[in-house]
């Protein structure tokens, strides 16, 4: 427990949220200064409610993108009954294995994925006193981040990240158990309680040699996965059918799209990729936080260089016409997130 606590001291990687954004407070007050409003960035994305600050529904927003590009969803109303929820299923044609989550959430809480209908059954009785949504798991082979932005004022948006997403793994000799593996891996051992979860009935068993054994599936950095820059793959091809896909959304104009997919050849062809969400200003260029490729400073400067082209994104469409939110308003939309939020972390403790 001491080593894993030191790694997490030691790598910047595993640093909290708060590390990334006070030092970053002084840019953020220029740039506030220079907009003359605290809340600037709300004029980002006039699609979606507070331009994605986190508090907006996952459902609502996925509705902005054409159909055939999301996997199929269902909205499951809070105190909503286990029968209604089997009844959409069916009616859906949606098949186990699935994921359910929050309607509004992030950083993987309650993300879980669903293997049968009692898992179902259990995973509503805990937590059917929010709005969720239920998914198609998608088993394409490969997951991404692709950070999108446009002016309002230029003809075409642009690439600015790429983030390849590593999902945790571990493979087998033979002789030891799964729950030695997970403790043996320098990795994996960091998420240990989770795992312990997951997997509680496959622990003592013994993978076979060179068995690969996927660990989770949700692409989330909570969940273990690991955020990979992948910036090498950025290129014109690529971000003119990104920038043409974009556009299919009016009033999008900043933020990150989490996709599946079997090759970006597919991406660039638009076909066999699924968006399973859309951030907005609440995003983050995930791919500096590939430790083996940036510093913690340079991760610093990434953020530094989004929040400045979200601020020409705001002003920009704030001159078209797009107003500010009242101070008022959106800091209590964020009131009401943290409140929302530290409510389901305490159920996604208990469950």
């Given amino acids: 427990m001491a080593k894993i606590n030191l790694t997490k001291l030691t790598n910047w990687e595993y640093w909290p949220w708060y590390m990334f954004y006070i030092p970053n407070l002084p840019y953020a007050i220029y740039l506030a200064i220079k907009a003359k409003s605290l809340v600037f960035f709300s004029a980002t994305n006039p699609c979606i409610s507070h331009s994605g600050n986190g508090s907006e529904s996952k459902y609502k927003t996925l509705e902005l993108i054409p159909k055939k590009f999301i996997p199929k969803t269902i909205f499951i109303q809070k105190n909503e009954t286990f029968k209604w929820v089997l009844n959409q299923i069916l009616e859906n044609n949606l098949e186990f294995p699935l994921i359910i989550k929050p309607d509004i959430g992030f950083r993987g809480?309650?993300?879980?994925?669903?293997?049968?209908?009692?898992?179902?059954?259990?995973?509503?009785?805990?937590?059917?006193?929010?709005?969720?949504?239920?998914?198609?798991?998608?088993?394409?082979?490969?997951?991404?981040?692709?950070?999108?932005?446009?002016?309002?004022?230029?003809?075409?948006?642009?690439?600015?990240?790429?983030?390849?997403?590593?999902?945790?793994?571990?493979?087998?000799?033979?002789?030891?158990?799964?729950?030695?593996?997970?403790?043996?891996?320098?990795?994996?051992?960091?998420?240990?309680?989770?795992?312990?979860?997951?997997?509680?009935?496959?622990?003592?068993?013994?993978?076979?040699?060179?068995?690969?054994?996927?660990?989770?599936?949700?692409?989330?950095?909570?969940?273990?996965?690991?955020?990979?820059?992948?910036?090498?793959?950025?290129?014109?091809?690529?971000?003119?059918?990104?920038?043409?896909?974009?556009?299919?959304?009016?009033?999008?104009?900043?933020?990150r799209l989490d996709l599946k997919f079997n090759s970006f050849e597919n991406i660039i062809k638009q076909n066999e990729f699924k968006v399973l969400e859309i951030n907005g200003i609440i995003a983050e260029p995930t791919h500096i936080y590939d430790a083996s490729k940036n510093t913690y400073f340079n991760a610093l400067k990434g953020f530094r260089k989004h929040w400045k082209i979200m601020y020409k994104t705001a002003i920009a469409n704030n001159k078209k016409g797009i107003m500010f939110d009242s101070v008022s308003d959106f800091l209590g939309s964020l009131k009401q997130l943290k409140k929302y939020t530290s409510f389901i972390k305490k159920h996604s403790l208990s469950s």
């Fill in 109 to 255: 809480l309650l993300v879980k994925q669903i293997h049968s209908t009692k898992d179902l059954e259990e995973y509503l009785a805990k937590n059917n006193c929010i709005d969720l949504i239920l998914q198609d798991f998608i088993d394409y082979k490969n997951e991404c981040g692709i950070f999108y932005h446009r002016i309002p004022t230029e003809e075409n948006g642009k690439i600015s990240s790429i983030t390849l997403k590593k999902f945790l793994t571990v493979h087998g000799d033979g002789k030891t158990t799964l729950e030695n593996l997970i403790l043996n891996d320098d990795r994996a051992q960091h998420y240990i309680d989770l795992l312990r979860e997951i997997h509680k009935e496959k622990l003592q068993k013994t993978p076979y040699n060179n068995e690969e054994v996927l660990l989770t599936v949700i692409g989330n950095h909570a969940k273990g996965t690991q955020f990979l820059n992948g910036n090498h793959l950025i290129s014109k091809e690529l971000e003119d059918s990104i920038d043409a896909f974009m556009k299919q959304i009016p009033g999008f104009y900043y933020g």
